[in-house]
């Protein structure tokens, strides 16, 4: 394999793609395989795997940037994270990656949990190119509780392949945001934290930095981004970032419980176009959340999020809002191609704005296990997609309805 060659492509090239998602043992997800577009949503009734999916990915990104036991985040100890409690068994996240249709590669992170506090060690890690059915192997002989990131160019002992795998594998893992948004955070006033630039939490604290921080980088930016708040809200005349008392977060939570400490910084308020000046906490949820998407897709390159992951983006919104919010999702993927979302709804107005194909559906089995079913190779909606929009399917149809087999009699898995 000429790793040479694909040195110099990473150097140069930067759209990449997650294409599939394998999750072996954690959680419900015993052996679950998703295959991803670069805007793709899931569905299905509660408790069928549809948080879970996004929390593994969350930790294959997040395992590139932190050590495992905090790459898992959320509160969590010993065997809770994999199937069935069973001691010992390897929970595996697996991705397919392509970069512009050149390269494309698979990266496995498999580990183990102790059976008891947060303890997580790596079981194994390799890196396959996929045309070449070349493998590398990333463990380096070691046990650690880290992951990709311990193989870097600094690394005593990796080789020239190594080092060239982990970075196409840093490039497409890295920067993910995993975001369910609490109104009531984003509108809190923020105080500067160098650590968090251009960043918010999941639960949304930190926009008014953000917002800062992209006023501060490119004031343009930052218009553009007033202008399409005001094209949504027109009573809105512009967006004022104004010095009161504030919170900070102290350190990066992965347990995901908020844990503010007050400061001086700054808050969020809207002039109106009749003179009223509101601050944020006196607003509507769907300003707020609206502001929030618009914060994502106006960060400059730099900043950008590899990967978005979000929960029930409807939430807070009227349905008619919730179309200009999705259509703020779809720019931030095709304006900017080095971003990937991956969003769960219980939405048909939603859902009416995405392609089948773009639409995946989350089921349980009578065996407790999650299996996923991609609606465009559901018999119901090949019969019926030229007549109804998804949403219109799905409501009539129900779950069951659309997990038949295709025209060809192959059943989705």
């Not at 990473?10 to 577009?37: C, E, F, P, S, W």
């Not at 970069?99 to 008891?116: G, K, M, V, W």
């Not at 893992?173 to 968090?196: C, E, G, I, N, T």
């Not at 970032?241 to 844990?259: C, F, G, H, K, N």
Request: proline content about 5%.
């Amino acid at each position: 394999m000429d790793f040479n060659g694909v040195a110099t492509w990473v150097t140069t090239h930067g759209a990449t793609m997650i294409t599939r998602l394998q999750v072996q043992n954690y959680k419900a997800l015993h052996n679950v395989t998703l295959d991803l577009t670069p805007l793709h949503v899931l569905i299905g009734p509660n408790d069928t795997g549809k948080t879970s999916i996004l929390e593994a990915m969350t930790a294959l990104c997040r395992s590139v940037d932190y050590p495992l036991s905090q790459a898992f985040a959320g509160s969590w100890e010993g065997y809770d994270l994999v199937w069935q409690h069973t001691p010992d068994l390897p929970v595996s996240l697996r991705v397919e990656v392509e970069e512009e249709e050149q390269i494309q590669f698979e990266y496995q992170l498999s580990c183990t949990f102790a059976p008891s506090e947060r303890t997580v060690r790596k079981h194994s890690e390799y890196f396959k190119h996929i045309k070449e059915a070349h493998t590398v192997d990333m463990s380096l002989g070691r046990i650690t509780d880290s992951g990709v990131y311990s193989v870097s160019a600094k690394s005593a002992g990796s080789t020239y392949e190594q080092k060239v795998a982990v970075d196409l594998v840093y490039r497409a893992l890295s920067s993910v945001h995993l975001y369910r948004w609490d109104p009531r955070m984003l509108s809190l006033p923020v105080a500067p934290d160098a650590k968090h630039r251009f960043r918010m939490e999941v639960s949304g604290f930190g926009l008014a930095l953000c917002l800062d921080d992209i006023l501060g980088y490119d004031r343009s930016q930052f218009i553009t981004l007033e202008q399409r708040l005001r094209d949504i809200f027109p009573q809105i005349k512009t967006i004022r970032l104004m010095q009161e008392s504030a919170y900070r977060r102290p350190v990066d939570d992965s347990l995901q419980i908020p844990t503010l400490e007050q400061a001086d910084g700054k808050g969020i308020y809207f002039e109106l176009m009749n003179g009223h000046q509101v601050p944020a906490s006196q607003t509507s949820d769907g300003v707020l959340l609206v502001l929030a998407y618009l914060t994502v897709l106006y960060l400059p390159p730099p900043y950008r999020p590899r990967v978005v992951l979000m929960e029930e983006p409807e939430n807070g919104i009227h349905p008619k809002c919730l179309q200009d919010v999705l259509s703020i999702l779809r720019d931030l993927v095709e304006e900017q191609t080095t971003s990937q979302i991956i969003l769960t709804t219980h939405s048909p107005y939603a859902l009416d704005l995405f392609k089948p194909e773009e639409v995946s559906l989350c089921h349980m089995t009578k065996d407790r296990e999650v299996s996923v079913h991609r609606l465009s190779e559901s018999r119901t909606v090949q019969e019926q997609i030229d007549i109804f929009t998804l949403g219109e399917i799905w409501t009539a149809e129900g779950d069951e309805a659309l997990i038949s087999p295709d025209k060809s009699g192959e059943t989705t898995s």
